[in-house]
Each structure stands twice: as structure tokens, then as C-alpha cells.
């Protein structure tokens, strides 16, 4: 079976290192898809969880592999630390062949448009001014995803299809109260004001991919539950994939459903 190729392929919040990781979803999806660039937009690997509780299976470092693999084969490989890998800032800058660490990157799409791309996390004002929030919120996000996994295990083998307990949570918020939108706001305002065409982005674990006003705004969500993957076709066209989110699957659905999923998925950085 040939790969899928793909001009551009952008993926964030993958918080390899932690259990909710969906390190074997995202180890299929990087085995059947090549692309002349890859971005890591950030969170790639989880250190603030490292740091509490060790965890890493062999399957986290072959996702590692996979990557380095492809950079020697000829992928430009981009990795914008996000706030779970700062510790990868102190790169920022530095080229290693094919791979480039950097703050943020400004794509250029094949049919000529410019693409701001980072993380994000500086537009989020919870992390930025109440990390202790944060530290609380990761703790009880984390409880929240596992619960979720066991609930989904048991629907599924009673033959109910995957639910979100937090998408089913957030579809009670008002739109206007939500830090999502707040957060979306906040990173095409900044997007605007550098004039750019777009910005592609990662931080809440929402995927996106819609207009917002004249701009296009793109979030490439999580592995750690949509399992989303944004991508740039050869013609410059921006599209969603999905893995479907088990730890089998890496079966790519519609955009449609990409839309459903992006409407599911967290609401937590
Ligand atoms: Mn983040």
C-alpha cells in the first residue's frame, strides 16, 4: 500500500509521556502519510507531567523515531515548543538538518498564502497569569479523559458509539462564555495585526478549520482524544483529518466529521 502524500501536515498536543496519549492512533496515521513539511505545533512531549509521573512506553519513542525518520528521508520538520515542552525553548533557533526548532513559523501555502503558525498558549489567559489554575485543571482534565476512556470502553462493548463527556459538557456553555472562543478571538486579532492570511494553531484541543472574518483560522486540535490532524493538499487547500479516536484506529473519516469531532473535543489546555 502507497502513502498518502500530503504537501503540508500539521499536529500539536500529542503529550507523549502521559497516559491519555494516543501514541499508536498517531504512530499508524505517521506510517501511512508522508508531506514535504511537518509541523509539531506544540505540546508535543508532556514534561510537566514527566516530571510528576514517569511514563513513557516504547511506543512513545518510536513516535519520536517515526519523526526523525521522516526529516532523514527529506520532510522539513518544524517543532514550535508549546507550554507543556518549554523546556524545549531554550532550542528555539536551532537547525539539526531537516529539523528546525522555533517560536512560531510563517507557512507558505502552495497557492500563496500566508499562515502564521504557533502554539498559542500566550493567548490564553489562564496559563498566562494563573499557572496554579493550570495545574489543577491539567490534574482534573487528565481524571476527566481517563474516566471518559473507561465510559467509551464500555459503550462500545455494549455496542454505543464513542461520547464526550467534557464535548457534552461544553455544548451546555454559552458560546460567549467560552475561553475557547476568547482564545480564538485573541489569536486572529494577533494574525490581523501581522497580515497574514491565516493562522494555524493548537493549546485548547479544539480542532478547527473555518473563516474568521477575511482570515482563516486553524487549530489542529489533540492526540490525546480527537486525534486531529490538519493538513495542506498539494493545491494549497487546507482539510481536517480525523483517526478515529481508539487506540486501533487510524482510520481517516470525512471533514464533516471532523466538524462533529472538533464539537467533542476538550475545552482544556
Ligand atoms: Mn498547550
Known amino acids: 500500500m502507497t502513502n498518502v502524500r500530503y504537501r503540508t501536515i500539521w499536529i500539536s498536543d500529542v503529550h507523549l509521556g502521559t497516559r491519555e496519549c494516543e501514541a499508536e492512533a498517531l504512530l499508524a496515521f505517521l506510517d501511512r502519510h508522508d508531506c514535504d513539511y511537518l509541523y509539531l505545533v506544540g505540546d508535543i512531549v ?25 526529516a532523514r528521508s527529506g520532510t522539513v520538520v518544524t517543532l514550535i515548543p508549546g507550554n507543556h515542552d518549554e523546556y524545549l525553548r531554550r532550542f528555539c533557533d ?90 480564538e478571538a485573541a489569536v486572529v486579532r494577533e494574525a490581523a495585526r501581522r497580515r497574514v492570511a491565516g493562522v494555524v494553531c493548537g ?22 482524544e480527537s486525534c486531529t490532524t490538519l493538513v495542506e493538499h498539494h493545491d494549497g487547500r487546507l482539510e481536517m483529518l480525523v483517526a478515529s479516536g481508539t487506540r486501533r484506529a487510524a482510520a481517516i473519516v470525512t471533514a464533516r466529521a471532523a466538524a462533529r469531532v472538533a464539537d467533542d473535543a476538550e475545552q482544556i489546555a
Not at 110 to 132: I, P
Not at 151 to 175: E, Q
Open 46 to 70: 508532556d514534561f510537566w507531567r514527566l516530571r510528576h509521573v514517569p511514563y513513557w512506553p516504547q511506543v512513545h519513542s518510536d513516535v519520536i523515531r517515526k519523526v526523525l525518520s521522516k
Open 94 to 183: 536551532l537547525q539539526l538538518g531537516n529539523l528546525m526548532v522555533t517560536k512560531e513559523a510563517v507557512h507558505r501555502t502552495a497557492d500563496g498564502r500566508l499562515l502564521l503558525v504557533l502554539h498559542g498558549d500566550e493567548f490564553d489567559v489562564v496559563t498566562r497569569y494563573h499557572r496554579w489554575v493550570l495545574w489543577l485543571s491539567d490534574a482534573s482534565y487528565a481524571a476527566l479523559v481517563t474516566a471518559n476512556r473507561w465510559l467509551n470502553r464500555a459503550r462500545r462493548a455494549l455496542g454505543f458509539g464513542h461520547w464526550s463527556l467534557a464535548g457534552s459538557i461544553k455544548r451546555r456553555v454559552p458560546p460567549a462564555m467560552s475561553f475557547v472562543h476568547a482564545f
Open 203 to 224: 493549546h485548547v484541543h479544539v480542532a478547527a478549520l473555518h473563516d474568521a472574518g477575511p482570515l482563516v483560522y486553524a487549530n489542529t486540535g489533540d492526540w490525546v
